[in-house]
């Protein structure tokens, strides 16, 4: 089983609104990464998470605030988003969280966020 | 630093077409490579992979061999269907960077026609 999953699967939410992207993996993964993809672009890398511990931020805008609970789930809040943050936030997992290159990412169906 | 190159789409086939994705790479270390497929509305799915030198991935009719000796894992399949149209990312983790750092090609957008 490689299944990442994500909630929700759409949102749509306001400038001053916050909310929160959740993802769960239960394939014993001990890194977890957070992306954003715009239309018909690459994903970007916004954070990865090894051992529950947040190892690399890109970055990102404080405005998102990547949390990891325990080694299955990943939370990204939002807080105070802009209109050019709507994308699909893509959350991802993968055994080896020192990063060898053979190790394989998996990636959940996203959530499509709208700031209106 | 490392990167990848994909050719350019959109790409348009008949159906049972061949399909050949270009994919061209630079890496300083010894990299894997990867093949990502994007279906309409959905996240990325493994499609396959190669480790080292030589491998071959394959999986549902595609196939890819890294190639060290001219950088490249270019994506082939015999007889294309419609339900292949997606978009197509290739991309490399060269293992050098904490956190398993995925470099990804522009994708390559596939339109399969009946």
């Known amino acids: 089983d490689t299944e990442v999953t994500q909630t929700p699967k759409h949102l749509v939410m306001g400038m001053t609104n916050k909310k929160s992207l959740k993802c769960e993996q239960h394939m014993g993964h001990r890194a977890m990464y957070w992306y954003k993809q715009k239309a018909k672009k690459p994903p970007e890398l916004m954070f990865v998470y090894s051992y529950e511990k947040l190892s690399i931020n890109e970055s990102v805008p404080s405005r998102f605030s990547p949390e990891c609970p325990n080694s299955s789930l990943l939370n990204l809040h939002l807080h105070a988003l802009q209109p050019e943050d709507s994308a699909l936030y893509l959350c991802?997992?993968?055994?080896?969280?020192?990063?060898?290159?053979?190790?394989?990412?998996?990636f959940g169906p996203g959530t499509r966020l709208t700031v209106l | 630093g490392d990167s990848v190159t994909q050719m350019e789409g959109p790409v348009t086939l008949s159906e049972e077409a061949f399909l050949t994705i270009n994919c061209t790479y630079t890496?300083?270390?010894?990299?894997?490579l990867f093949w990502y497929v994007q279906y309409p509305g959905e996240g990325l799915q493994l499609l396959l992979k190669?480790?080292?030198?030589?491998d071959k991935g394959s999986n549902k009719g595609f196939e890819a061999t890294y190639r060290k000796e001219t950088t490249s894992f270019h994506l082939e399949k015999g007889s294309v269907q419609v339900s292949d149209s997606a978009v197509y990312f290739c991309a490399l983790s060269d293992g050098n960077n904490q956190g398993g750092k995925l470099i990804f090609g522009q994708g390559t957008e596939l339109s399969v026609k009946p």
């Open positions: 190669a480790t080292k030198a030589d």
């Open positions: 991802a997992s993968s055994q080896d969280p020192l990063g060898t290159a053979a190790d394989t990412q998996y």
């Open positions: 890496a300083t270390g010894y990299p894997s």
